[in-house]
């Protein structure tokens, strides 16, 4: 008797002639009746895998049916198909004779290998997709390529200077009512996708809030899917005082949310594993311009619109070395805004000091018409944000201290909250400082309050208040007398002849004297006095006097005026009995120059 799989391929050739496009028939006992097979059954429900080919397998009667896939034609009339189902015995043997050769079946895996009496219901062949293999084995280790790239441009970033970046996990930002208007002016530029300059940049004294602002516009920008990367420069973080990781950092974001951008950059790491030891301006072409620029000719216009956008770049200031700071400018320039199809908008925080105030200097600065600057300290007075900040968070820190002294409608006065914002000058550290003293849960807020407003330094002092605000007034300083003082002709010290200048142009007391003139007595070259506070601008700036034909010097921070004359605040201290003795010298000296002074 012959086996079943030679009488199953017989069989089949029949039906599929007359039955192949009819519908799988649901009677049972007809194929029990065409086989002549005995009462036996098998229910097959599985998948198998040869090779690459997923075969999913059920048992239905009167039908073959192959699945529909891409890279396989849909099935031709059985008799002239040349490749039957995997699953078809090898014999070539059959009931009533040889089958035709386009009939035969190849050798290849069967179902039913060895297999005799037993009965086969509702059978249906269902072909799977096959799986998508590489082409060539480059196209494989391609593949995997970008991935290692991927990995190794991940080893190269800053993860410290992300905003949401752990180490800044109780980052300041900006109260819901404070610093309103500047915040929609800022997301107002970045949202408008026709305003023709691409760089935004902020600049004002130290602070002024400059990092609370961008940590609010990262948030902000995060939430409604715009924000491309930030990075937030920290003077005190080795991983991120300097322009090493800015690269590779803005990259990473750039490519983390889209797969097909991560693997054009992990292509371009893998394709110089040194990418890392080149000049900035090679790593943002290599790591961000290529790549973005092959995605968006492969990807289409959509794809433009849809790619986040926004370039976050905070506390340029604190990037070691000015001419890093000015390297770094100059590649956001001919990377992005020398780029007519760079879809990026950059908004770049900083105080005032050289570089950035050097290339957005009118006439001269290469960014001077290319980026928008908004003066923070000089358009946006702070000082009823400052007010409504200190309100809310003492009347908070009130409330949690248990102090029957607190209570909302008795602390703090008016008097307190004025004096507190007469002496921040519009600057928030100020206030922020003072709310940091009070909130200590181990004393009273009433009395530490009282401290604040009361507080003079001494030599035997206890408190300290504002030592936060010191060092950074200490650090400020002493940066710029170190830079003053590797020039070689520079004839006076620093800190005196800063002191002098700010002594000669008090207002108050000598209303027609200018910095113009001080060079002049002080027997200085013109135009010394700007080098003196080039490093300065974050607490100071010079502004023309009307009517004197000259610039005079303005602090931004009373306080920082308070630190200078203070011995037990400043490392730095000169008394002011020799500024006013070296002013009284060299106005005699310039009075009656040929007399003899002793020097």
């Not at 928008?372 to 300290?377: C, D, V």
């Not at 102090?403 to 921040?424: F, H, K, Q």
Request: aromatic share 10%; proline share 7%; glycine share 6%.
């Amino acid at each position: 008797m012959p086996d079943f799989s030679t009488r199953l391929c017989s069989l089949l050739a029949p039906l599929k002639r007359r039955e192949w496009d009819k519908p799988p028939t649901k009677d049972p006992g007809r194929l029990r009746r065409i086989l002549g097979l005995r009462r036996s059954s098998i229910s097959v429900v599985s998948t198998l895998q040869f090779e690459d080919e997923r075969v999913d397998r059920s048992s239905t009667l009167g039908s073959v049916q192959t699945r529909d896939r891409p890279d396989t034609p849909t099935p031709t009339s059985p008799s002239t198909s040349s490749n039957p189902p995997a699953f078809l015995p090898s014999s070539s043997s059959s009931l009533g004779g040889t089958p035709p050769p386009t009939q035969a079946c190849p050798t290849s895996p069967s179902f039913f290998h060895g297999a005799h009496d037993f009965h086969l219901e509702h059978f249906v062949y269902n072909e799977a997709p096959r799986r998508a293999l590489p082409s060539s084995p480059e196209s494989a280790s391609e593949s995997l390529s970008w991935k290692s790239g991927w990995d190794e441009l991940i080893k190269h970033t800053a993860p410290n200077a992300l905003y949401n970046s752990s180490v800044r996990f109780d980052a300041p930002k900006c109260d819901d009512d404070t610093r309103v208007g500047v915040i929609e002016e800022i997301m107002a530029w970045l949202t408008d996708r026709e305003v023709p300059t691409k760089m935004l940049c902020m600049t004002g004294a130290a602070g002024a809030g400059k990092s609370c602002l961008q940590q609010s516009i990262a948030e902000r920008c995060q939430e409604a899917g715009i924000l491309a990367s930030s990075f937030f420069f920290w003077t005190g973080d080795p991983t991120r005082n300097n322009a090493m990781g800015i690269a590779a950092t803005m990259a990473y974001q750039v490519g983390l949310e889209n797969r097909e951008l991560r693997a054009l950059i992990g292509a371009a790491v893998e394709r110089d594993p040194l990418i890392f030891m080149r000049s900035l301006a090679v790593q943002v072409a290599t790591l961000i311009v290529v790549p973005v620029k092959r995605f968006f000719a492969k990807a289409g216009d959509e794809a433009t619109r849809s790619l986040p956008y926004v370039i976050l770049i905070d506390g340029l200031d604190e990037c070691e070395n000015s001419d890093r700071q000015l390297e770094l400018l100059s590649v956001l320039k001919t990377s992005f805004l020398d780029n007519e199809d760079s879809p990026f908008r950059i908004f770049i925080t900083s105080r005032p000091e050289w570089a950035i105030r050097s290339a957005l200097e009118p006439q001269s600065g290469f960014l001077h018409g290319l980026a928008y600057h908004i003066r923070l300290s000089d358009k946006y007075d702070a000082s009823e944000d400052i007010r409504r900040m200190l309100w809310r968070r003492l009347r908070e820190v009130g409330a949690r201290s248990g102090d029957s002294r607190a209570g909302p409608n008795v602390w703090p006065t008016e008097e307190d909250i004025a004096l507190i914002v007469a002496a921040a000058s519009g600057q928030f550290i100020y206030a922020a400082m003072v709310v940091k003293y009070v909130s200590e849960r181990r004393g009273s807020p009433v009395d530490r309050l009282r401290t604040v407003l009361t507080w003079r330094p001494s030599e035997d002092q206890r408190t300290a208040p504002f030592a936060a605000l010191d060092l950074l007034y200490e650090n400020i300083l002493s940066h710029a007398k170190a830079a003053y003082d590797e020039v070689d002709t520079n004839a006076y010290e620093f800190i005196l002849l800063f002191r002098a200048y700010r002594f000669l142009c008090q207002r108050e007391q000598f209303p027609a004297q200018t910095l113009e003139m001080s060079d002049t007595i002080f027997g200085q070259p013109g135009g010394t006095w700007k080098l003196v506070i080039s490093d300065l601008h974050s607490v100071v700036t010079a502004r023309e006097c009307e009517g004197a034909g000259g610039h005079s010097f303005f602090f931004y921070h009373k306080s920082f005026e308070d630190f200078l004359a203070s011995p037990h605040r400043t490392k730095v201290y000169i008394s002011q009995t020799v500024v006013n003795s070296f002013v009284v010298d060299r106005l005699m000296r310039y009075v009656s120059p040929e007399t003899s002074y002793p020097s």
